[in-house]
C-alpha cells in the first residue's frame, strides 16, 4: 500500500505510532529492559489519567517518572511528599505584597503538566485530598477561587508497599482517581549489568532531550479518543466490569469510572500498538492495572502487599470467566 492510497485516518496512526515510538526510545535511554511498563506509562498520559507506581524501594520509580517527564517540552515539577506537608503546599498561597497591598496568590506545584508525586502516602489524608480535584477535574480551588491547570496534565504517584511506619494508606476515592496502579520489578541480568555499569541514572537523565512536545502530546490524545471500539468489545468491558460487582470475594467492585478507564485505556493501547481498533486482547491486558486497585476485597490477608495480590488473583479469575467476544 502506498502513500496515496492511505486514508487520512490511517496516516493520523502512522504518525502517531512513529512519535509514541520515539517517545519509548528516547526513555529507554534511562530506563533499562522495561519498554512494557513504559508502555503502560504511555497509556495512561494517551488517555489523560493518573498514574500510582507501587514497588519496592531501588526498582526506578522515580527514574521512569523522570524520564517520562523529561522527554516532553512541557512544565514539570517534583513534589517529595512529607509528614508535615500542607495543602497549600501543593495548591498555592496568597500573599500580601507590601508595594499594592494587594493579594497576589503564588501558584504551587500541581500548576505543572507533569507532577511527579514521590512518596504520596507519606502525607496525612487531609493533604492527599488536596490532589482529588486536580486529579479528577483538570483544575484546583484555592482561596474561593477555581483555576484551570495546564494541558496536557498528569500526576504520576510513587509509594513503597512494604513500609508502613510513618506511612498513610491513600483511602479507596484517592486510589480510584488513578486511572493505573503498577509495579515495576526486577531488572533481567543483563539490564541489571547495565544499570550497575551506569552507577547514578541523574547523569543520563541530564542529558535527555525532549522528544515530543505539549502539543503533540494533546494530538495522540485526541487521536486515541478515536481508536474504534465495536460493540461486542465495549460489551466485553461491561461485563468485566459488571463480574467484579457480582464476584463472591469482593466486597465492593468496579464504578462506571472502572468501565469508562478500562474503555479508554484500551484504546490507548491500541494506538501505541499502531491500530486504529480495540481488540479483547486489548482489553485484558488493561483490565488488571485498571480495575484491581478499585476493587475492595472481602478478605484483606493481613498487609497491604498480599491485598494487592488477592485483588489481581481475582481479576484473574473474573478474567477466566468472562466470555470473550470472537
Known sequence: MNESTLSSSD???????????????????????????????????????????????????????????LSIDCSFNRIQFTSDMLPADILGVSILKPDTQQFEFRQGPIFSSIVLADEVNRTPPKTQSALLEAMSEGRVTADGQTRPLPAPFMVLATQNPIEYEGTYTLPEAQLDRFLLHISIGYPGDEDEIRIMRRRDPQHAL????????????????????????????????????????????????????????????????????????????????????????????????GNRVNSVREREVIMQEILEQVTVPV
Open 206 to 301: 541530564d542529558q535527555l532531550t525532549p522528544a515530543l512536545s505539549g502539543q503533540d502530546i494533546i494530538n495522540l490524545q485526541g487521536i486515541s479518543e478515536q481508536v474504534h471500539v465495536e460493540d461486542s468489545i465495549a460489551q466485553y468491558i461491561l461485563d468485566i466490569i459488571k463480574a467484579t460487582r457480582t464476584h463472591p470475594g469482593i466486597r465492593l467492585g468496579g464504578s462506571p469510572r472502572a468501565s469508562m478507564g478500562l474503555y479508554e485505556s484500551s484504546q490507548a493501547l491500541a494506538l501505541i500498538s499502531g491500530r486504529n481498533y480495540v481488540t479483547p486482547g486489548d482489553v485484558k491486558t488493561m483490565a488488571k492495572p485498571v480495575v484491581a486497585h478499585r476493587i475492595i476485597a472481602k478478605s484483606h490477608g
Open 11 to 69: 496516516l493520523d496512526i502512522e504518525t502517531a505510532q512513529h512519535q509514541i515510538t520515539c517517545l519509548i526510545d528516547n526513555i529507554e535511554q534511562v530506563v533499562y529492559g522495561k519498554r512494557d511498563v513504559i508502555k503502560l506509562c504511555l497509556v495512561g498520559l494517551l488517555a489523560r489519567g493518573h498514574l500510582l507506581i507501587e514497588d519496592i524501594p531501588g526498582v526506578g520509580k522515580t527514574t521512569i517518572a523522570q524520564a517520562l517527564a
